[in-house]
């Protein structure tokens, strides 16, 4: 079983408060994140990070956002706020541009074969964002993708079911996702569960408010099991 982790788009500008398009209590899931990195870490498990990665010419990138399709100027390419936050960030990682890169099919087996991949990208949806995202994850063939990160109900959401909709079996972990204020989480829950995404729980115990660990204890009343924890998802890797 090859499973991989994607850690979607735990940049400064989105993570933390000083950040130009902060998510509001994202900082509160960074232990979690942190976690999860030291995880793949001890257990070899290829990382995959996603990075908004922006210019003056990204569709998205509005004076006048309508906070939906448009959002004001955030993790413009080379600056602070576009870097990951540290407890996320690769020692080494071998980087996927979306605009400057031009990879044959060597370059496409170096970065299978990297642990820690940065796959930066111009659009909410990372297999639109970038045009080798979609043949890098074909080159890896994973099993098993465990999804995390920010924002839930925007590019998580479009990785997960980017992912899942490639016939990988999809888990997003409810306690290291941070959705925009106003999501609608129990409906979003709703369709990722109906899509055939489970949900990892990190900490079975703790009630940090965040309402995914609530709709994933629940699974909002689906006859499915509701939460695994990552030794189960990881097990036979
Ligand atoms: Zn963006």
Redesign the pocket.
Known sequence: MRTIFVAVDCQNDFMLPSGKLYVPGAETIIPNLEKLTIFAEDNAIQTISTM?W?NANTQ?ISDKPDFKQT?PP??LAGTDGAELIKEVAPYCPSVVDWDTGIYTDVHLDIFRGSDELIIRKDK?DLFEGNPFAAKIIQKIQPDVAVVYGVAADVCVNFAAMGLLKKGIRTYIVADAIKALPNCEVNQLVKTWIEAGIRFVLLNENENTGNPFVQAAKTAVGYNIRPYYLLSDVVENH
Request: charged share 30%; hydrophobic share 30%.
């Open positions: 908004d922006h998205e959002f955030h993790c909410f």
